[in-house]
């Protein structure tokens, strides 16, 4: 007979730790079900956890989805925790537990970070998160958001909030193209996270940007010419911060 030996989550006796800047407080098996799942986790991903804990999100990510991990967590004991739990699954050589602060560990090979902090800890995250991450890179909190970062997606449970970004390529400037018709394409683009606004000429006249929608490298843009013109619509990719190709999507 098979056991379920993934850590019981479900114990409302558990008291949070105190002692570390973030309390300790496990993650209900079902909300992991429904993190995991928002965050489309299979077998190619590395999922990092920061302030990880008894390991529970990365042991089901292993478990159930395939994925491999890594679990960031400053205390000791529940590394070593984590490690027996691990080993108890069956998924140990799929998952490493770092002792580690979270603002100093290595998160930059990371395709998905899931996080269970504290509002002002997530804020203070951001930074670290958009700049080392790679873009597309999958970030899901339980409970908490990101400040004036809003969420890509939200998932409202009956008793919590999951919240999911995907981090965006830094695309603000200037980019020129030629379209396959042979016309002229200039665009300038602000950018406050994943909202991208600005301006655009096609033939050196100034054009409509009707839309603009970034999603990790990739960016949609719709065009207007003219008022009796259809728009054109095409999907930048950006690679290390530069144009990489365009696609005219007409």
């Known amino acids: 007979m ?29 909300v992991i079900k429904e993190m995991l799942k928002l965050a489309e986790v299979g077998r190619k991903d590395m999922v990092y956890d920061l302030g990880s804990g008894e390991g529970c999100i990365l042991i089901a990510a292993a478990r159930y989805r395939g994925a491999r991990g890594v679990g960031i967590e400053i205390d000791p004991l529940r590394i ?16 490493d537990f770092v002792e580690d602060n979270i603002f100093d560990a290595d998160i930059s090979e990371a395709t998905v970070v899931t996080l269970y ?4 800890v997530n804020v203070q995250l951001r930074p ?11 970030v899901i909190s339980h409970a908490f958001d990101m400040g004036d970062w809003q969420a890509d997606e939200k998932l409202e449970l009956s008793s919590v909030t999951i919240y999911k970004w995907v981090i965006p390529a830094q ?22 996270y994943q ?23 990739s960016l949609w843009l719709e065009i207007q010419p003219g008022a009796a013109s259809s728009p054109d619509s095409f999907t930048l990719t950006f690679e290390k911060n530069e144009l990489q190709s365009v696609e005219h999507d007409n």
């Open 2 to 30: 098979f056991r379920d030996l993934t850590p019981d989550l479900d114990n409302d006796a558990l008291e949070p730790d105190m002692l570390l800047d973030v309390p300790f407080v496990p993650t209900d098996k079902g």
């Open 171 to 192: 695309i603000a400037g200037a980019w020129e193209w030629e379209g396959y018709d042979g016309k002229a394409y200039r665009v300038e683009l602000q950018q406050k």
């Open 80 to 95: 070593a925790d984590a490690m027996e739990f691990a080993a108890d699954a069956y998924v140990e050589n799929q998952l």
């Open 195 to 217: 909202e991208v606004s600005g301006s655009a000429w096609v033939d050196g006249e100034v054009a409509e940007l009707k839309n603009a929608v970034l999603s990790g490298n």
């Open 117 to 120: 902090l504290l509002p002002t």
């Open 128 to 138: 670290k998160l958009l700049n080392e991450l790679r873009p597309g890179t999958r």
